[in-house]
Nanobody
């Protein structure tokens, strides 16, 4: 049974940092690219980070480039998202995602950036 469990969200002031975790079970993350998405109120879900199987390739949209870093620990079967210099527009629910045969999503973790 494939499961993705996100954690690490919370309330942070603008300019602050958070590190999200995505613990995977039921499959081996080293076999697949992994992604983080976010969904803000009134907006479509958008991808904010991708990491390749090997971890050698990462991609980000311009909106988070230079501030967010995705990483993976294959030994722990866990993917991370380090978020720095957070802005109010980064607020939303952050989801971990993997695709093999179909889309698998976690339940998300809420990030609120506010003073």
């Amino acid at each position: 049974q494939v499961q993705l469990v996100e954690s690490g969200g919370g309330l942070v002031q603008p300019g602050g940092s958070l590190k999200l975790s995505c613990a995977a079970s039921g499959f081996t993350i080293s076999n697949y690219p992994m992604r983080w998405y976010r969904q803000s109120p009134g907006k479509e879900r958008e991808r904010v980070a991708l990491i390749s199987n090997s971890g050698g390739i990462t991609t980000y949209p311009d909106s988070v480039k230079g501030r967010f870093t995705i990483s993976r620990d294959n030994a722990k079967n866990t993917v991370y998202l380090q978020m720095n210099s957070l802005k109010p527009e980064d607020s939303g629910v952050y989801y971990c995602h993997v695709f093999f045969g179909k889309d698998y999503w976690g339940k998300g973790t809420l990030v609120t950036v506010s003073s």
